[in-house]
């Protein structure tokens, strides 16, 4: 199985910083197939990021993914009030086929 | 657009089937791959399993001896059976499209085990 850890796991922040949300697999992943979500309370996981590094439709460009490997992150360049929630990493193609990361739960400082 | 809509019994009693559906609008089940996960009160996502109508079916290991999905075409919509449930299958249930990663999502339901 590949474990997806993030870290940190709280990252308090105030409206207009920078956020930087870390994702680290056990083993390779294919970048192809590593994704982010945004996770509000009592709502549907948004997906943000796929392949790493393509925005989903309709997310601002604020939101960018990067990395490779065992390697990935996803940035916020200036944080929105509407940008505090939870953010997820996960992959496809391990074995289960489908893991996510525990979890990093960004709030406002 | 195409929407999800999940639905079920909000309350399973321990050992009983936990049954949920998830009805596709303003397009087809019969396209791409449909998948639930699920996220217990306090905790994270887990995957639970995902199917394509080609018969692709593939189940997370830790549930494969209990889940059952199956796809409806005649209704449009594809459903999740859990069987012998237990307080650890409480959790928000959530049907979302794909498999690779998942665009689209159920507004989920919360199902809990208890007598």
């Known amino acids: 199985e590949i474990v997806l850890t993030q870290s940190p796991g709280t990252l308090s922040l105030s409206p207009g910083e920078r956020a930087t949300l870390s994702c680290r697999a056990s083993?390779?992943?294919?970048?192809?197939?590593l994704a982010w979500y945004q996770h509000k309370p009592g709502q549907a996981p948004r997906l943000l990021i796929y392949g790493a590094s393509s925005r989903a439709t309709g997310v601002p460009d604020r939101f960018s993914g990067s990395g490779s490997g065992t390697d990935f992150t996803l940035t916020i360049s200036r944080l929105e009030p509407e940008d505090f929630a939870v953010y997820y990493c996960q992959q496809y193609g391990g074995s289960p086929p489908i893991t996510f990361g525990q979890g990093t739960r960004l709030e406002i400082k | 657009q195409v929407q999800l809509q999940d639905s079920g019994p909000g309350l399973v009693k321990p050992s009983e089937t936990l049954s949920l559906s998830c009805s596709v609008s303003g397009g087809s089940v019969t396209s791409y791959y449909w998948t639930w996960i699920r996220q217990p009160p306090g905790k994270g996502l887990e995957w639970i399993g995902y199917i394509h109508n080609s018969g692709t079916i593939n189940y997370n290991p830790s549930l494969k001896t209990r889940v059952t999905i199956s796809i409806d075409t005649s209704k449009n919509h594809f459903s999740l059976q859990l069987s012998s449930a237990t307080a650890a299958d409480t959790a928000v249930y959530y049907c979302?499209?794909?498999?690779?990663?998942?665009?689209?999502w159920g507004q989920g339901t919360l199902v809990t085990v208890s007598s």
């Open positions: 979302a499209r794909g498999v690779k990663w998942f665009d689209l």
């Open positions: 083993q390779s992943v294919t970048t192809t197939y």
